[in-house]
């Protein structure tokens, strides 16, 4: 059922939307029609057409912004307007139709708690939970295709927090405890290792040594640079222990992919 073949009448007792097999009637007069369909849109999409789990997942999260909602999500519950501060080109009004969407799909729920102006937070739910595996494997495949990043680019404390979760080698941290603070421009995060767990959190960790690991930290990652050329740069800095940048790759890696190479078809 598309929008065209919907039939709208609007009267003194609301406003009614319906179609060959549904009809949908508020109970205001005053109900504003682009927001009524807004919200039948966002549960009325389009599907595939096909009876597969995958089809039934990119019909779930797959619209634009969707897998990056849940990013944002799975470091804290946000709000509409925190969401959009991490996600700034996106608009807020598709914004609220992409949040409306994972709600109905069981993805994600309201928090219970509102941010500073009152707008309600919302948080993964435990099946949305269970698409950090696949995000942050997405996310790992998603590294070879980073290379200079593009004008309009931009890194915000939640991409990276995600990023350091998917660079995690946990079987390197088994049986250790370390502490960093990392340095990316006016963004501080910290990374906190318990036998073989990982804690991602926001801002400075008093009395863990700090890193700056300048632009060339996915190299370092994926070992295409050693730590020798890295140092060698002049932008990797450390305070507190020279060798913490040695120790925290130890216990973060990506794999090595060679950039994929474009075709012109």
Not at 114 to 140: H, K, N, P, S, V
Request: charged share 25%; hydrophobic share 40%; with cysteine.
């Amino acid at each position: 059922m598309t929008e065209s073949a919907w039939k709208v009448v609007m009267d003194g007792d609301g406003l009614t939307i319906s179609g060959e097999s549904f009809s949908l009637t508020t109970n205001s007069s005053d109900a504003d029609i682009d927001s009524v369909v807004s919200q039948l849109q966002g549960v009325a999409r389009g599907t595939y057409g096909q009876y597969c789990g995958l089809s039934r997942a990119i019909e779930a999260v797959g619209e634009r912004w969707g897998m990056l909602v849940v990013r944002d999500l799975l470091v804290t519950p946000k709000s509409a307007p925190e969401l959009q501060r991490g996600l700034p080109r996106v608009p807020l009004n598709l914004l609220s139709m992409r949040i409306r969407e994972l709600a109905y799909t069981g993805i994600l729920e309201k928090d219970g708690t509102t941010d500073a102006d009152g707008q309600d937070r919302y948080r993964l739910t435990t099946y949305g939970r269970r698409l950090e595996d696949i995000l942050l494997a997405f996310g790992r495949w998603g590294s070879a295709m980073l290379a200079e990043p593009r004008p309009e680019d931009i890194v915000t404390e939640d991409s990276l927090m995600v990023a350091m979760r998917a660079a995690f080698v946990s079987e390197a941290a088994a049986g250790r405890s370390e502490r960093f603070e990392l340095v990316f421009g006016d963004i501080v995060i910290h990374v906190v290792v318990e036998d073989g767990q990982l804690e991602v959190g926001r801002g400075p960790l008093p009395g863990a040594p700090s890193i700056d690991p300048g632009p060339y930290l996915k190299d370092m990652l994926t070992r295409a640079m050693s730590l020798e050329e890295g140092m060698a740069t002049g932008t990797v800095h450390t305070n507190g222990d020279p060798k913490a940048m040695e120790r925290l790759l130890s216990l973060f890696a990506l794999p090595y992919q060679a950039l994929p190479q474009r075709s012109m078809l």
